[in-house]
């Protein structure tokens, strides 16, 4: 009687709890010597395959057929004309992101990611930005993107802090500069110090032609004379010329 009352029970069953609760009442009544052996392992099989037909049946609230999270899918991220995102991609990394030295290190893809990092370290004192909006201004893919993010990370470039949370979807990570070459240089403009020096360097400093103040009235009353108009007065502004006898000779020019 109990035997056929239980294995009723079982096939009955809609919920894992129920089962759990029938496998409880199962083993008890094998202690209390109420079932046989033999009745008890036909019983724990019995619940063993509707346990699995329950649990292929339950779906996840919430979460469409054939997904495994709440979350959207993903987007590929495509430029919608490759010329132009190429042509900003070399644009931002010949703009000078960062000093020549680090530069070096980075292929131009990576330099405009680096550059978008920058700018926003300059505006906002921290780079916030999702790595989807990085790539999409930089002209690169994600990948690239996060991959140029983590390679200035390992040489001690710049910090990436993670904000997850539990249970939904996690805020951006915030990137901070700490290279003190390149905050001076962001500092700078993105600016090198040397041209300002070589600048100074075997040059010697003009001013303009004194031509008198009119305000303290000190104006030249005689015009300055240029080199040819010198040599004209020298040998022909004062035709004659007094001879030795007190008489006057016209100057051959």
């Known amino acids: 009687m109990f035997h056929a009352t239980m294995r009723g029970a079982i096939e009955d069953a809609r919920t894992l709890a129920q089962l759990d609760s ?123 993107a996060q991959g140029a993010i983590r390679l200035a990370e390992g040489d001690g470039l710049l910090t990436i802090q993670e904000r997850r949370h539990q249970g939904r979807k996690s805020d951006p990570n915030v990137i901070r500069i700490i290279s003190r070459e390149w905050l001076q240089w962001l500092r700078r403009g993105g600016r090198s110090a040397a041209p300002a020096l070589l600048g100074s360097i075997g040059c010697k400093t003009l001013h303009p032609t004194d031509r008198g103040d009119p305000q303290r009235g000190g104006v030249d009353t005689e015009a300055k004379k240029g080199c040819r108009r010198a040599a004209d007065d020298l040998y022909g502004s004062d035709r004659t010329r007094i001879c030795a006898d007190g008489g006057t000779e016209r100057a051959m020019r």
């Open 22 to 144: 029938l496998s409880r009442t199962i083993w008890q009544a094998h202690a209390a010597e109420t079932v046989t052996d033999a009745e008890a392992q036909g019983l724990a099989e019995a619940l063993h395959t509707r346990r699995s037909a329950v649990r292929e049946a339950v779906a996840p609230v919430g979460i469409p057929l054939g997904r495994v999270t709440l979350f959207p899918p993903k987007r590929l991220q495509r430029a919608p004309e490759r010329s132009v995102a190429i042509e900003r991609r070399r644009r931002l990394a010949c703009s000078g992101p960062m000093p020549p030295a680090l530069a070096s290190r980075f292929t131009t893809g990576q330099l405009a990611v680096l550059r978008i990092v920058g700018d926003e370290m300059a505006r906002n004192g921290a780079c916030g930005l999702c790595i989807d909006a990085i790539a999409a201004r930089a002209g690169v893919c994600r990948r690239l």
